[in-house]
């Protein structure tokens, strides 16, 4: 696949403080990207160099091509972005938002097309203050993909949406990724992150410790895997002697069994229930997750 972004050897200081340190990857056209970390951990300060905002203070950044600050303009009319805290004023409608920011383009701009894209049309003589959170941020992304950019910038897109607007925002953010946009996003959300990227940077202290998908980053770096079963008459003692059993936990009514052998466990388990009699009411693999991985994550990055 072609890279549409490249980043090698970034480096960010703030006076004596190291905010990004020695940080390479690159970003495949038409993908979803997520760019994930803790807090502090150095995101928006990556994702707004790559925007050109923020000069870096050594490394090399190419956008399209562009160097995002010796070629700014030219790299800006290929990019959109759609900022964590962009507000509008509230008493202006939406159709006077979308007139408004189409004619900061030197291109025309549909604004009929973008109207029906999103379904905004109803929506033309509201007031953005009246619009519900989900769709003020469906607006905003309309107002950052107006000129049809190449590559979008979302920087935490659904942070305080409720979860039927979140999940409505995703669709549309995964349209733009079917129509060959190629999306940029940071979330501490992370169904958000699992659900969307097809690929993941994970930062930490501003240095990459981790960059696949989330499949395999979860495999990669969260090897802990247990088996979450609900069954009262359940024997802890007799689990425990299953060779490959490391621990058995319960919490909520629900003994989490972590093992090492995953395929093994359940075959081993599923004799002592049908030995013992034991009516299982609930039972699922657990492989872990990305929130299961952010918990552990400090502690895995200082152990290396």
Same mark, same amino acid.
């Given at each position: 696949m072609e890279a549409i972004i490249q980043i090698e050897k970034l480096q960010k200081s703030f006076g004596s403080f190291?905010?990004?340190r020695d940080l390479s990857f690159s970003i495949q056209k038409g993908e979803i990207f997520g760019?994930?970390?803790?807090?502090?951990?150095?995101?928006?300060?990556?994702i707004e160099i790559i925007e050109g905002l923020q000069e870096c203070s050594s490394g090399k950044v190419s956008v399209l091509g562009y160097d995002p600050w010796k070629d700014e303009k030219k790299m800006k009319e290929n990019i959109g #972005?759609?900022?964590?805290h962009t507000n509008l004023q509230p008493k202006i409608k939406v159709g006077e938002a979308v007139e408004l920011f189409a004619s900061f383009y030197s291109k025309q701009i549909d604004t009929a097309k973008a109207f029906q894209k999103l379904k905004l049309e109803k929506y033309r003589n509201s007031y953005f203050k009246n619009l519900s959170g989900g769709w003020k941020q469906k607006l905003l992304l309309t107002l950052a993909t107006l000129h049809s950019p190449q590559i979008v910038?979302?920087?935490e897109p659904s942070t305080g949406l409720d979860p039927k607007s979140r999940r409505e925002l995703w669709e549309l953010i995964v349209s733009l990724r079917d129509a060959g946009?190629?999306? #940029?996003?940071?979330t501490h959300y992370m169904?958000?992150?699992e659900h969307l990227c097809d690929r993941i940077a994970l930062i930490h202290h501003g240095t990459l410790v981790g960059l696949n998908t989330p499949k395999k980053l979860i495999q990669s770096l969260n090897k802990e895997k247990s088996i979450c #079963?609900?069954?009262?008459?359940?024997?802890?003692?007799?689990?425990?002697?299953?060779?490959?059993?490391?621990?058995?936990?319960?919490k909520n009514n629900l003994y989490q069994i972590f093992t090492d052998d995953l395929e093994w466990t359940a075959h081993k388990l599923f004799e002592l229930v049908n030995n013992q009699g034991w009516i299982v009411e609930d039972f699922r693999f657990n492989t872990g997750s990305l929130d299961d991985l952010f918990v552990r994550l400090p502690q895995? #990055?200082?152990k290396k």
């Open positions: 190291e905010a990004i760019i994930i970390g803790p807090n502090g951990a150095g995101k928006t300060t990556t #972005v759609m900022f964590q910038f979302l920087d946009t190629t999306i #940029v996003l940071t169904e958000e992150a #079963v609900a069954c009262e008459q359940l024997d802890i003692a007799l689990v425990q002697k299953i060779a490959s059993v490391l621990r058995i936990e319960l895995k #990055v200082g």
